[in-house]
């Protein structure tokens, strides 16, 4: 008898282990009245503060009905952003939440570089519905084996959404 329960205590903690691992989150999974989608027409956040102030933790802006938290990449060429690319490596983490940032899937862009002029981006389509206003973190973990830019980057974003 002992011996069972012992098996039945093992097979009680896997299941409830296993039941309490949190699944990455994915398109049209929920935080509170967040919507997670991989496409809207909605406002990029790099559209309305700046790169540093998102690094800082300095960014406010309204809500809007829809935000993009979409990081990305850009080369000068096509070739090259696509050798960069390959084989690469992403994770991203949304108010401290793992996402399975491959489901959202990627978009391609031609974005004006004041020094290259036009270069190359895919940007991950990251959208948020109904965001809640308060502070929101959004971390891309990246790493890429080839192009010019070789290595490990993290991105951490902080910005503050309030109402109008």
Known sequence: MNKFLTYAIILILI??????????????????????????????????????TLLDGTCILAAPEFLWVAAGWTEKTKEELELTWKDSSWTMFFDDQEVDIE????????????????????????????????????????????????????????FTVVNE
Request: charged share 20%; glycine share 10%; net charge negative.
């Open 15 to 52: 299941a409830f282990g296993s039941a309490c691992s949190a699944k990455p989150l994915q398109p049209g999974d929920k935080i509170g009245e967040m919507e997670l989608l991989n496409y809207c027409e909605g406002t990029n956040i790099v559209e309305v503060c700046a790169y540093e």
């Open 103 to 158: 489901a959202f899937g990627t978009y391609d862009i031609d974005i004006q570089d004041p020094v290259n002029g036009i270069v190359k981006g895919r940007v991950w389509n990251f959208c948020v519905a109904n965001i809640t206003p308060g502070i929101h973190h959004a971390s891309y973990e990246h790493t890429f084996k080839y192009g010019s830019r070789p290595g490990f980057n993290i991105e951490n974003w902080t």
